[in-house]
């Protein structure tokens, strides 16, 4: 299975695929139960600042795992990019994304060299 591919991309993958189902079921628990109408406004506004960054994981994961199975090297930079863009977007929880950066980048190095160049 890992045969022409990156592992560090597919741990990379793997550790933001994690990050975004914590994201999701942490910010879906915090919209259910029984609050009262500011702690319902609050929470409101606390999901709609982190969506850009849960996108941006998202959308990287989708990437990563493009790269992956395609073993094509620009998509896990794509996904590493927007893994280091999701980080900037909300800062607090940029420590959770820097291992899914850094093997992102790694991924994509040696997705690169293992893919055959091409004769002209």
């Known amino acids: 299975m890992f045969k022409n591919r990156s592992i560090a991309g597919a741990i990379g993958t793997a550790i933001a ?4 189902i914590y994201l999701i079921s942490y910010f879906a628990g915090i919209n259910s139960g029984s609050m009262n109408d500011s702690e319902a406004i609050g929470s409101a506004i606390a ?8 996108l941006a ?4 994961v ?3 795992v493009l790269g992956f199975f ?7 930079l794509t996904a590493a990019i927007l893994y280091a863009s999701a980080a900037v977007l909300f800062l607090i ?5 820097v291992p899914s950066i850094v093997l992102g980048f790694v ?3 040696n997705q690169k060299t293992m ?4 004769k002209k």
């Open 17 to 20: 695929f994690g990050y975004g």
């Open 47 to 54: 999901t709609a600042l982190v969506l850009p960054h849960m």
């Open 57 to 60: 994981v998202w959308i990287g």
């Open 62 to 64: 989708i990437f990563g």
């Open 70 to 76: 395609t073993r094509k090297s620009g998509f896990l």
């Open 93 to 97: 929880y940029a420590l959770f994304l």
């Open 107 to 109: 991924g994509y190095v």
């Open 115 to 118: 893919t055959p160049k091409k």
